[in-house]
Structures are given as structure tokens and as C-alpha cells.
């Protein structure tokens, strides 16, 4: 029997939280099928089986906390388990082999029912979490998805399931009786919520607002739709966010600078590595797509596909997460008009894209026309960008934006 000890997942990282066993003792695994996933500070990571066998134990409950290098599961290798010298061939050698199968297979359908028996049921990490913070049985709810899996939705009509009066009159419980639920702060969030306290502390923050016109980009968007999804690929509106934003870095170099941690020095970098916040499941991510300068739009929108793909599903590479030296957020996908971000330290300044309405606007011969205009917050660091640089920065991007076509005089 081999004990799997937890590897090295990520620059710095201790600990991690063990989110969701794919397996439960006494099951039988084959090479790089995943075993458990795991939450980092950083992203989910799934670890895979090192080699076929047979789990034997579970050291770390669901939900704890489990240690880099050490024992996270134990099991029995394919190539450990004894031989019998002997090939089973014909029907009555059948049944003692059943026979023998048979204790196994009873200890562990009895271990699955008593001490995983929510784990047999297919679900989502989310939908698991929100399960526990709910403090349900993952069994007790009625799953809607495709093999009885539980949906969010389905563990959301529990919840809202009215409880009976007898109910009601057994436990009588007050507001004032009542306790709040407790939740760790772990992984990403944790992250999130010290560096977030370390920017807004540390960083004196100033915000710029501006309306951008984006009717005509708007229009070559839908233009150039086809051909992108001919390719297999989505375009949003994000790569001429981030194509027209290293552009305008050329026109103010300092904004895609960083102040280094002494405060004595500016560090000017020839990358424009733009991120972009992604409302991921395991929390605030914000990767980032490196050399924005040097890609194509399509190029821009390949990365920006499988950036948000890995960030929502919680796996994003360290690497995409590294490096970052100027980012947006879009709330204007969740329906937000303003806002005021906090910049991304150790980054210059992050802009947030509020939603685009159709609203009236005077054109050059004083006629009203519907427009669609885009609103957007700009939040600088103020210990070396002010006011007028980053409105002549903001001034060069808008006018890539309004007019799209202007960005194919600098496209090499």
C-alpha cells in the first residue's frame, strides 16, 4: 500500500482545501483519472491518480484542510496485488472468484453509504458548497440534471420549499435566538480580501469617469462575427477593449508603468499585459493576456476565450495570473453603469466598462440620433499618474473605440 502525498501546486502554497473526492475508499482507479480537487489561494486544481490500483483510505475529509507534502490518500497498486499463479478459466472456478470479491465490494458499498454517501451524487463543486453552507445533505435533494445530478436551481427550490406547521411548531425559533452561519475564508477569497485591504490602503486611489460612443464599433463587431465564429472562435468586445488600450500606451507610456516597492523608482514596461476581472466560482480572478501589443484581434480573442473559460471553471495556469500590468473590469456584463475599482497592485490603473445603453445624442448638425454609449470609471494611482495623464490616455483610447477603423493604421 502507497501513500499519495499532496504535491507542490503552486509558488508559495502550503495548504490547500480538498473541495470534492471523485472516488471513495475501496474504488478502483486507472492512471491520470481524476482523483479529488483541490482549492488553492490562487485556482481549483484536480489531481489525478500516479497509477492504477485500488483506493484504501481518505485522509483528508471533504471540506479540510489538507498539507503539501503530505499524505492525502492511500492505495494499492495494480502491480502490488498478489497473484494467484493460477489462470480462472471455466464456470465453476467463476463463483469462488464472486465469492471472494464479495466482502470487498459489501466494505465498500457500506463505506460509500455511510461516510460518502453525498459524494456518490453527482454535483458541481458550486453546487457542494452551496449545499454545505446551507447545511443540507447533498442526498436529501431531489437532482433535476442528467443522471440525477443536483443543479444549482434544484438545491434552490429546497431551500424554498415552505415547511410544514407542525414543523414550524416544534422548533419555534426567534430572530434574536437565532446564530449566524460561519464560513472560513479560504483560497481565492482570502487572497482577494487581503490584497484588496493592501490596495486601498496603501495606494492613493483617484477615479476619472467618461462616455464612449461605441455605436460604430458596435457595427463592425457584427460584421466581423461571422468570420470569427467561422473559426471556431467568440468575439465579444473585450479584444478591442484590450487592442485599443495598448495603442493609447504608446501615446502615455506611464500608465503601463509600476512604482516599485520603495516608492523611489518607476519600472516602464514594453509589454502591455492587460487582465481582465472574471467572476469565477472559486471567486475575484484576474488573468491576463500577455504582449497585447504584438497580437492580432483574433489573436486577442483566442486568449480571451480561453482565459474565461479557465478562470470560470477555477483552473487558470500561474502564469496567466503573473505579470499583469494594466486591467479592466467589465461590470457592465452583469448590468452595472458605474463603478469605482480598486487598482490591481503593483499595476498603474484599471478602468471599469459599465453597460451600453441606447440613449439620444446631438449629432454636428444639432439632429437627436439614438447612440449606444458606454460608460467607464478609471481609477489611478496617484502617487505618480494625475489627472491630466490619465484623461489624455483615456482620450487616445476612446478615440480608437469610436473609430475602430483608426486602429489599422498602427496594426503591423
Aim: negative net charge; charged residues 25%.
Amino acid at each position: 500500500m502507497s501513500d499519495f502525498m499532496l504535491p507542490d501546486i503552486g509558488e508559495g502554497i502550503v495548504e490547500c482545501e480538498v473541495v470534492e473526492w471523485r472516488v471513495a475508499e475501496g474504488d478502483r482507479i486507472e492512471e491520470d483519472q481524476p482523483i479529488v480537487e483541490v482549492m488553492t489561494d490562487k485556482a481549483l486544481v484536480e489531481i489525478t491518480a500516479p497509477e492504477a490500483g485500488v483506493v484504501t483510505k481518505l485522509y483528508v475529509d471533504q471540506g479540510k484542510i489538507a498539507k503539501v507534502h503530505a499524505p492525502l490518500y492511500a492505495y494499492q497498486a495494480e502491480n502490488d496485488t498478489p497473484e494467484t499463479g493460477v489462470e480462472q478459466t471455466n464456470e465453476s472456478q467463476q463463483p469462488v472468484a464472486e465469492a471472494a470479491k464479495a466482502p470487498v465490494q459489501q466494505a465498500s458499498v457500506a463505506a460509500s453509504s455511510t461516510s460518502t454517501g453525498s459524494d456518490k451524487v453527482p454535483a458541481s463543486p458550486a453546487v457542494r458548497r452551496l449545499v454545505r453552507e446551507h447545511q443540507l445533505e447533498l442526498s436529501a435533494v431531489a437532482g433535476s440534471g442528467k443522471d440525477g445530478r443536483v443543479l444549482k436551481e434544484d438545491v434552490l427550490t429546497h431551500l424554498n420549499q415552505p415547511t410544514t406547521a407542525a414543523a414550524q411548531a416544534t422548533s419555534p425559533v426567534s430572530q434574536e435566538a437565532q446564530s449566524p452561519r460561519v464560513e472560513a475564508l479560504r483560497g481565492v477569497r482570502a487572497v482577494m480580501a487581503k490584497r484588496m485591504v493592501e490596495s486601498a490602503s496603501t495606494i492613493p486611489h483617484f477615479q476619472y469617469g467618461e462616455e464612449i460612443d461605441v455605436t460604430d464599433l458596435l457595427a463592425l463587431r457584427e460584421r466581423l462575427k461571422p468570420r470569427v465564429e467561422a473559426l471556431g472562435e467568440r468575439l465579444t468586445l473585450m479584444p478591442f477593449f484590450m487592442k485599443a488600450m495598448a495603442l493609447a500606451v504608446n501615446e502615455a507610456p506611464i500608465i503601463n508603468a509600476q512604482l516599485n516597492a520603495e516608492g523611489n523608482e518607476l519600472h516602464y514596461y514594453e509589454q502591455c499585459n492587460i487582465g481582465m476581472a472574471v467572476d469565477s466560482k472559486a471567486g475575484l480572478l484576474v488573468p491576463n493576456v500577455k504582449s497585447v501589443e504584438r497580437l492580432t484581434l483574433l489573436g486577442i480573442a483566442r486568449e480571451v476565450g480561453r482565459l474565461t473559460i479557465a478562470a470560470r471553471e477555477g483552473r487558470v495556469d500561474q502564469a496567466d495570473l503573473k505579470g499583469g500590468t494594466i486591467s479592466i473590469s467589465n461590470i457592465g456584463a452583469l448590468g452595472g453603469t458605474y463603478a469605482a475599482p480598486i487598482i490591481n497592485a503593483p499595476e498603474a490603473a484599471i478602468v471599469a466598462i459599465g453597460k451600453t445603453q441606447w440613449l439620444p445624442r446631438f449629432d454636428e448638425q444639432g439632429e437627436i440620433q439614438r447612440r449606444a454609449i458606454m460608460t467607464i470609471t478609471w481609477a489611478g494611482d496617484h502617487r505618480f499618474i494625475d489627472g491630466g495623464t490619465i484623461a489624455r490616455f483615456c482620450n487616445a483610447w476612446k478615440g480608437y473605440l469610436e473609430a475602430p477603423e483608426t486602429m489599422l493604421l498602427h496594426l503591423g
